[in-house]
């Protein structure tokens, strides 16, 4: 069965909860294309607003992160059954501003994996190379230490529908997007090291996402390639026109 497209909007610190409510309500009163899944990560503070708006609308909701203990003592956290509670069906592990300035780590990310999928949360766990990293040819090597150490202990069974998102750093809010054809070779390496950690079907059934500067004027053809499942949008996906503009390129 092919796998059905996801365009998944990031709002990262942006927006009110009044106006992450206003701009949920535009593109789930604004969306046609009902071929392809959709799904918008508000700030923590609006997931319950955003998904109560939302809720008997095609349009999913996302948490940004979690913390991998449920409840407790840890000032600041927001653990998985409260974000399940909320509303979200998924959440973003490990985006590149995550390790960046708040230092996670491949441990960090698997930690959050586990705790995700335990919740009943589905992962959508970002990997990615910086810019010096491909100059130098490391690409592959880094996906793969970042989902190795993500995914360590899980078995094939367990991955609850697990995304990925390749997201090269320095196309990540920069303008610069990857070619259509390096996405897909990334998308191409990924689904034959899921295939070799897990299995084949895993590989096959494993939605992969392509994030960095997506926009609706580059959205064809990325979203065209074979191995491309989808986009993880930033900046493009606060504006309602430009974030549907991108679900309509498919
Ligand atoms: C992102 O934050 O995941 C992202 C891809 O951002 P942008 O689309 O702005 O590059």
Same mark, same amino acid.
């Given at each position: 069965?092919?796998?059905?497209?996801?365009?998944?909007?990031?709002?990262?610190?942006?927006?009110?909860v009044a106006e992450?409510?206003?701009?949920?309500?535009?593109?789930?009163?604004?969306?046609?294309?009902?071929?392809?899944?959709?799904?918008?990560?508000?700030?923590?503070?609006?997931?319950?607003?955003?998904?109560?708006?939302?809720?008997?609308?095609?349009?999913?909701?996302?948490?940004?992160?979690l913390f991998w203990?449920?409840?407790?003592?840890?000032?600041?956290?927001?653990?998985?059954?409260?974000?399940?509670?909320?509303?979200?069906?998924?959440?973003?592990?490990?985006?590149?501003?995550?390790?960046?300035?708040?230092?996670?780590?491949?441990?960090?990310? #698997?930690?959050? %994996?586990?705790? =995700?999928? !335990? *919740? @009943? /949360?589905?992962?959508?766990?970002? +990997?990615?190379? $910086? &810019?010096?990293?491909?100059?130098?040819?490391?690409?592959?090597?880094?996906?793969?230490?970042?989902?190795?150490?993500?995914?360590?202990?899980?078995?094939?069974?367990?991955?609850?529908?697990?995304?990925?998102?390749?997201?090269?750093?320095?196309?990540?809010?920069?303008?610069?997007?990857?070619?259509?054809?390096?996405?897909?070779?990334?998308?191409?390496?990924?689904?034959?090291?899921?295939?070799?950690?897990?299995?084949?079907?895993?590989?096959?059934?494993?939605?992969?996402?392509? #994030?960095?500067? %997506?926009?609706? =004027?580059? !959205? *064809? @053809? /990325?979203?065209?390639?074979?191995? +491309?499942?989808? $986009? &993880?949008?930033?900046g493009a996906s606060?504006?309602?026109?430009?974030?549907?503009?991108?679900?309509?390129?498919?």
């Amino acid at each position: 069965m092919a796998r059905r497209k996801l365009i998944a909007g990031n709002w990262k610190m942006h927006k009110t909860v009044a106006e992450s409510v206003g701009l949920a309500g535009q593109v789930a009163t604004e969306l046609k294309n009902r071929q392809v899944d959709v799904l918008v990560a508000p700030t923590a503070l609006a997931l319950a607003a955003v998904a109560s708006r939302l809720a008997g609308t095609p349009v999913m909701v996302a948490a940004q992160n979690l913390f991998w203990e449920d409840h407790g003592a840890y000032t600041g956290e927001v653990g998985g059954p409260l974000i399940r509670a909320a509303g979200a069906s998924h959440v973003i592990i490990g985006h590149s501003e995550r390790r960046q300035f708040f230092g996670e780590s491949e441990k960090t990310a #698997g930690l959050r %994996v586990a705790a =995700a999928l !335990a *919740a @009943g /949360l589905v992962p959508i766990l970002c +990997v990615g190379e $910086a &810019l010096a990293e491909r100059e130098k040819d490391q690409t592959e090597g880094v996906l793969e230490s970042q989902l190795a150490g993500a995914l360590a202990g899980m078995g094939a069974a367990g991955l609850g529908g697990l995304i990925v998102a390749y997201e090269p750093v320095w196309a990540i809010g920069t303008g610069l997007n990857a070619s259509p054809e390096q996405a897909n070779q990334a998308h191409a390496f990924i689904r034959s090291w899921l295939a070799y950690r897990f299995d084949k079907k895993v590989a096959k059934a494993t939605r992969i996402l392509y #994030g960095g500067s %997506v926009k609706p =004027a580059n !959205a *064809a @053809g /990325l979203l065209t390639q074979s191995e +491309v499942d989808g $986009a &993880l949008v930033g900046g493009a996906s606060l504006n309602v026109h430009d974030f549907l503009g991108i679900i309509e390129a498919i």
